[in-house]
């Protein structure tokens, strides 16, 4: 269900030696509770019940094991394990619990329903925000394979602590005090 792109680039990074999720959050994750990756015939059953039948056909489990699948294979991913394992906590919550928030029955009425009575900017709003989603996952996708085409393989790059900062002068800094011949994945150029 993930672009082979994504998995592409997933892989690259692997092998790049950024392996799966920090220590800190990999210890979080308590495993998949189911013994079978879902496969995509899985997630298509799964998908088809959720729209049949609205919140009564979405379950924490079917939810944690999408969650799962759509992360790079084998990584960490400690959201999954989350919901996948909150039927085992007696004061855990469950998607079953969010009374309301997906309604029963057919979605597709709720979706036809929302086309006839939504105004015409609104609907063009909404075709808009999914090409421009399209268009930033593109982007990033270039971005990120252009950053990986810079780097040298495993034990030769790291994250540049300030890819999120604001401040150019800070992460740029940041970046030259690298060793020489080692690049931090986000630095500017």
């Known amino acids: 269900m993930v672009p ?23 210890q979080l994750d308590r495993g998949p509770s189911s013994p079978e990756p879902v496969t995509v015939r899985d997630f298509t059953m799964m998908a088809v019940e959720a729209i049949l039948l609205g919140g009564p056909g979405i379950f924490n489990q079917g939810v944690g094991d999408v969650a799962r699948m759509l992360a790079p ?3 960490a991913n400690p959201l999954a394990s989350i919901v996948e394992h ?4 007696p004061e855990g919550v469950s998607v079953q619990d969010l ?18 009575t939504a105004p ?13 989603l399209h268009a930033w996952a593109e982007n990033l ?9 810079a ?3 495993k034990g030769q790059i790291r994250l540049c602590r300030h890819l999120s900062s604001d401040n150019e002068s ?8 690298l060793q020489p011949g080692r690049r931090a994945i986000g630095c500017p150029p």
């Open 4 to 26: 082979a792109r994504v998995r592409r680039i997933d892989d690259r990074i692997r092998k790049a030696g950024l392996d799966g999720a920090p220590q800190e959050l990999a």
């Open 73 to 75: 294979a084998g990584s």
């Open 86 to 89: 909150l039927d085992e906590d």
């Open 99 to 116: 009374d309301g928030a997906i309604p029963a029955g057919d979605l597709r009425d709720l979706a036809r329903e929302a086309v006839e």
């Open 120 to 132: 015409a900017e609104i609907l063009k709003l909404g075709w808009k925000a999914v090409d421009e």
């Open 141 to 149: 996708c270039e971005a990120v394979e252009s950053e990986l085409g």
């Open 151 to 153: 780097v040298p393989l």
């Open 170 to 177: 800070e992460a740029a800094a940041d970046c030259q005090r």
